[in-house]
């Protein structure tokens, strides 16, 4: 039988009981429309994926909660696009935005397994057009734990103002986001 790797509501319980014994701000991703106050009942930042960067009523409803939001660049999307998903979400006067970059589509990658490359030059290239702070996620980009490093230190040098990493107790045996 198949694995389900997607807890909903168990898994924002798991979250509620981490913030409660350790303190630690939440951060979570929202794909529904119709879950977005559920969702924002427990997280202190909101996580728009790639998938759903374009999803203007998800964006709408994300923004209304005035939480911040991460906004993770689709893997096809050009810098202006994904800016344009961001002026969306201001629009509707939540300016809590924080961009992320996660890795772009490419014909050729440096691994078999890889399916996108750490587009580090769209860092400056955003720094020169938006107050925006921007992200990197190397755990996405790369899908190779070992890269993450160099990748990490890349982003930071490139003006990066923060890092989302993905960690498993048991990197060996965590579900790969797909």
Known sequence: SAKVYEMREAGLEILREVRRVHGLPVV??????????????TTDVLQIGARSMQNFPLLEECARTGKPIILKRHFGAS?????GAAEYILYHDNPHVILCERG???THTHHPAARFVGDIQVIPAAREITHLPIIFDPSHA????????????AAVAAGADGLLIE???????AAIDP
Request: proline residues 7%; glycine residues 0%; charged residues 25%.
């Open 28 to 41: 979570t991703e929202v794909v529904d429309v119709r879950l977005v106050d559920v969702v924002a009942a």
């Open 79 to 83: 810098l202006r696009d994904w800016l």
């Open 142 to 153: 790369t899908f190779r734990r070992e890269y993450v490093p160099a990748m990490s230190r």
């Open 104 to 106: 772009v589509s490419a």
């Open 167 to 173: 960690v498993h107790p048991n990197p060996t045996e």
